[in-house]
């Protein structure tokens, strides 16, 4: 029997408080050899505590984590050896050129005196900062002072990397530069990304974990969560006549699950005028009854002037997680006064 390869990351019920306050808890998750995955999450959610630790620049307070098989506080020295890191502000000296900054990087991480020419030739390449090896630092612009984050993070070419926020305060070409550099990167390295920034997970990460108030709500493909929590797609009704009931009309229909009124604030692209009902109607994985929908409305009366499929968005997920989370949380909070003042 083959023994599996274990994961290039493993994070395991770790947890962090700061005085009184629990900054996260009991987080879970791994990350495969070659994966990016997108560590999303609020402000505030813990992200940044949790990479702070994964670089070994925090001590967990409970909890292990191991990076290409090193222990990430037992074994500091191996796992900075093994990992790139990028924090959300670049650790840059701008006096420096971004080649003499590299080379200083390079020598500082122990890329051996022989090797580091063909290093930072590597990572400068791989960053496309060709025309700026010259440059000091201060004189670039933020996306290329990004890019010059990236290239220190890799320059000794480590298993693994850990991004925290990499396209905050970019304008879009530069996000879309950022973007593409970090996916040429997948494959040959193991990398966090970590951001709340939507559409990037979706168009950057092969899998999603995501933390809210300092714990893992769900972790898996950007896919199967849009699947898992939101029930797969739906369509947008506009209609003439009573909103309820074209509502049990719909509700009756087989691969029907839900039908809600949009609010007009909620509406997209539409003008709404009198008489009009705006309806969503959300179908099971994996069935379309867009056809029957159209059928019964028509055949019970109804005039139907628009029918839009959409699909659910990693946001509608997020969402839902994030809000779910709050509204426990807010529940068990509520009940913990209501035991008190008793």
Known sequence: MHNLPKPMIEVDHLSKIYGSTQAITDVTFSVEAGEILGFLGPNGAGKTTTMRILAGYLPATSGTARIAGFDVHEQSLQ???????????????????????????????????????TKVKAAIERCNLQDKR???????????????????????????IILDEPTVGLDPRQIIEVRNLIKS????????????????????????????????VATNTPEQLLT???????????????????????????????????????????????????????????????????????????????????????EDVFLQLTTEEKNMQTEADSTTNEEEAA
């Open 134 to 160: 010259h440059v000091i630092i201060r004189k670039l612009s933020k996306g290329y002072r990004q890019r010059v984050g990236i290239a220190q993070a890799i320059v000794h070419d480590p298993p693994a």
């Open 79 to 117: 796992v900075r050896q093994k990992i790139g890191y990028l924090p959300e502000t670049p650790p840059l000296y701008p006096e420096m050129t971004v080649e003499g900054f590299l080379y200083f990087v390079a020598r500082i991480k122990g890329v051996p005196a022989g090797d580091r020419t």
């Open 185 to 216: 990167l997948a494959g040959t390295h193991t990398i966090i990304l970590s951001t709340h920034i939507l559409p990037e997970v979706s168009m950057t990460c092969s899998r999603v974990t995501i933390i809210n108030r300092g714990k893992v």
């Open 228 to 314: 898992q929590l939101t029930g797969g797609s739906g369509y947008e009704l506009e209609i003439e006549g009573e909103a309820n009931l074209a509502k049990q009309v719909l509700l009756n229909l087989p691969g029907v699950s839900q039908v809600e009124s949009i609010p007009l604030a909620g509406m997209h692209g539409y003008s709404p005028k009198d008489n009009r009902a705006y309806l969503r109607v959300i179908s099971q994985p994996g069935v379309e009854p867009g056809k029957h929908i159209a059928a019964a409305l028509l055949h019970s009366g109804f005039d139907l002037y628009e029918m839009r499929r959409v699909s659910a968005t990693l």
